[in-house]
Every structure is written in structure tokens, then in C-alpha cells.
């Protein structure tokens, strides 16, 4: 087995080739390799331009705006894009997943994804469908799901990291992936764009945003120079995506190791990738990529 150690957003990743599966996993019904989302409809949110002062503060830059405005970032060199893209839409869903996740730093405990869970079985019902009725061989009764996905999630802390956003230190910012958050904590005006940045900067355009993000609590400002999200993904997609990914890559190492997941979105130009991160029982990244290295293993291996 070819093993190696990259480093990409803070987290040292191991990558493998193909490996033996777990036995509890020898028995799954196979999961998709790639995710394909349910057609949705675009943001309507329009009318009057969203001005950053009204988004956020004066001095911090905004994540959505409503002008396309073509700025020069780190990727793709040979052409302006637009990295301020319209506010997405967020659904109820979303909401409760913003409401779950509280102020900007805040731990989620297992009880409290488990209420969420709970508030929401048409969720997880659809999550169940799309991994093949088990997360685990064997343990395919509605409640045994609900407490491995519960699992899955808080076991290295994955729903935090991914939806909510951790605060490690006073100078780097641990996940933040999800588009809706990114949304909340403009509107709430503590967060924002890293100005200067360009070079850290990866526009694939309508579908992937990496960039510096700054976030404000009190007196203190927490900047990190690369962040990013899935334009395209709401939350119950993003749960869906990264509990296929889970599924289909076999894993027996208790340490970190990754794949690459595809994404087809009907809202996206084309399909992409997305870097997935595991341990043999819980998840603990899932992020878009836009410049996926190559020769990474593919989560269905």
C-alpha cells in the first residue's frame, strides 16, 4: 500500500492506496462514488446591492455581495472572476443547522446533533437512502442509524469542524466549509474576507470559494488565510456527500486518512472534488477543492 502526508488546511493527512476493508463494512450495501443533488432553485434573492457596511463592518470585506465584480485571485491565473458571489439561499434546514452550531467558537455536543437529528428525520431518512441503509454492517433499523450517524459526526468532532467553524488559537480558524455560515457570520457582522490575499485565493466559478477569512469576537480578531465552502451544497447536502464519502472508503487506521469525493451539483458547471477525511469511525473534514492533487485516492476504493 502506497502511503503519503500532505498538509492542507492546517491538517496532516495520510493518503492510501487501496486498502482491505473493515469487516464491519465487508457486508454494506455499496454507497455511490459520486454525490448527485435533487435540482433546486437559485437564490432569489435580488433587488438593491448589499454594501459590506451593511453586511458587516466598514473594515471587513464581504463574503456575498449583489455585483458581479471581477477581482484577480491565486487561481485561475489567466483571468478575473468573481469571488463575492449573490447570498445563497438557506432553507429550514440550514437554519437548524446555524441554531445547532450557536455562537461562533461554540462546542456541539453529540445530544445536541442528536436533537437535530431528531427535529429532522425527513433528513436522515434521505441521508440513510443515499448510503444504502447503513452507515455500519448490520445496524439498519432507524434508531441504530440515527445513533451512528450521531456517531460519525461528534466522534472527532466533524459537524463542528465543517458546519460551525473552530476557533484553534488567536491565529487559525479550524473548518468553516459550509455556505451557510459563511452567510451568518457576514450578516451578523464578525465576519468577513482577508484582504491581500490573493495568492491563497481558488475560484471554480458558481461552485467552489477558497479564501482568507477574519472573524471578529470583542476585541479580538481571529484571520485565517485559507478557508473555503461549496457554493452549491446546503446542509443536507453536505451531510449526505460526506456520509457517502464515509461510507465507501474503507478505513482500519486509527489516525487520519483521505480521499477525494465527486461532486456533480445541477447548479455547478461541471463536476468537482472535494477532500474527505476520516478516522476508521468518525469523520473529520470535508471540504471542496478546487486544484485536487493528482493521483489522490478516490473515496470508493
Aim: glycine residues 10%; contains cysteine; positive net charge.
Amino acid at each position: 500500500m502506497t502511503v503519503a502526508t500532505i498538509r492542507f488546511f492546517g491538517l496532516t493527512l495520510v493518503l492510501a492506496g487501496l486498502g482491505v476493508p473493515p469487516t464491519h463494512l465487508a457486508t454494506a450495501q455499496p454507497p455511490q462514488s459520486e454525490y448527485r443533488a435533487r435540482p433546486k432553485p437559485r437564490s432569489s434573492s435580488g433587488g438593491q446591492r448589499q454594501t459590506p457596511s451593511q453586511k458587516a463592518s466598514n473594515t471587513l470585506l464581504p463574503f456575498f455581495d449583489q455585483t458581479h465584480n471581477p477581482v484577480s485571485v491565486g487561481v485561475p491565473k489567466n483571468r478575473k472572476v468573481d469571488i463575492t458571489p449573490p447570498p445563497p439561499p438557506l432553507n429550514a434546514f440550514d437554519q437548524k443547522v446555524l441554531a445547532t452550531c450557536g455562537a461562533f467558537g461554540s462546542q456541539v455536543s453529540a445530544i445536541a446533533l442528536r436533537r437535530l437529528f431528531s427535529q429532522s428525520p425527513e433528513v436522515v431518512q434521505n441521508i440513510k437512502a443515499a448510503v444504502g441503509g447503513e452507515l455500519f454492517a448490520g445496524r439498519r433499523s432507524d434508531d441504530q442509524f440515527r445513533d451512528d450517524l450521531v456517531s460519525i459526526w461528534t466522534g472527532r468532532k466533524g459537524f463542528e469542524h465543517i458546519f460551525c467553524g473552530e476557533i484553534r488559537g488567536a491565529k487559525q480558524i479550524g473548518g468553516l466549509h459550509f455556505r451557510g455560515r459563511y452567510l451568518q457570520l457576514q450578516s451578523e457582522g464578525i465576519g468577513g474576507r482577508l484582504a491581500n490575499n490573493l495568492r491563497a485565493e481558488e475560484v471554480l466559478d458558481g461552485a467552489i470559494y477558497t479564501l482568507g477569512v477574519e472573524v471578529r469576537q470583542g476585541n479580538r480578531v481571529i484571520r485565517d488565510d485559507k478557508k473555503g465552502y461549496s457554493y452549491v451544497s446546503d446542509a443536507e447536502e453536505l451531510l449526505t456527500q460526506a456520509s457517502q464519502a464515509f461510507k465507501g472508503f474503507s478505513s482500519k487506521s486509527s489516525g487520519k486518512e483521505a480521499c477525494l469525493f465527486t461532486v456533480v451539483e445541477p447548479d455547478a458547471q461541471q463536476p468537482f472534488k472535494a477532500v474527505f477525511v476520516k478516522t476508521e469511525r468518525a469523520i473529520v473534514t470535508f471540504y471542496p477543492d478546487a486544484t485536487p492533487k493528482p493521483g489522490e485516492p478516490t473515496c470508493d476504493r
